[in-house]
């Protein structure tokens, strides 16, 4: 029984110094600025963010004016009217892909594609050029008159 009065006075005197203590002398007088450290660990503390302020923009500066309603309203034909017209259009078409003039072979396949090109024989495969003789070279021009009158590379 003495143990717990002990106990009980010196928690009660405990208790009597933390409420007598004038706690006015323990604040600061001078505010002390945080270190660029701690500012860098208060802007990173997800507690400390904010959300971005962000202005909606305006709609109607989107939309077309007046003006550009007028000219884009005009009036349309019916749906029926519509359908009809792209359906001649498709119909007409069709008939010009088919005419008989249009499907001529001839048209497919030109003079041009059917005679031989004039660099194709004048160009050298490479079994040709493995198993001919060189062809031989006109010998150097030794006066400037000779090298004019040389026949010109094609």
Known sequence: MKAMALRTLAATVLF???IGLDVSHSVADEL?????????ARGLNPTNWQMPKWKLPDVRSLLPNNDEKARIKKKKDGFFDEVGKTASNSWNKTKAAFQPENLSPMRMFPASARTPSQTTESKRGFWKSLLSPWPEEPEPSSDINQWFNQPRPQ
């Not at 002390?32 to 860098?40: G, T």
């Open 32 to 40: 002390i600025k945080p270190s660029p450290a701690a500012r860098l």
């Open 16 to 18: 009597a110094m933390v």
